[in-house]
């Protein structure tokens, strides 16, 4: 398992849309989101992999703890969290 700490996790449908997000990168088959500790829990050890994952989070406007979080970041993750809380209540 490998945990990446990220910005801008606000609630569930965020949590909900970073699980389906990084579900969608090969390599990677389980994710585990924490709201309390805004920590990111994917099955893989693979650098490729976990580089992916995170490239993938900051495109969603969730970036790794210590990269710059931009206004562009924080749009993304505003409509990322939206869109998350709509699936999730389907």
Do not use: W
Not at 54 to 62: D, I, Q, V, W
């Amino acid at each position: 398992m490998t945990t990446i700490e990220i910005l801008n996790l606000k609630c569930g449908g965020c949590a909900n849309t970073v699980k389906k997000g990084i579900l969608t990168i090969e390599g990677i088959h389980e994710v585990s989101v924490d709201l309390s500790t805004s920590e990111v829990s994917i099955d893989s050890t693979d650098e490729s992999v976990i580089q992916m994952a995170k490239e993938k989070l900051s495109g969603m406007g969730y970036p790794e703890v210590g990269y710059t979080n931009t206004v562009l970041h924080k749009a993304k993750s505003f409509v990322s969290c939206a869109t998350g809380r709509m699936t999730s209540e389907k």
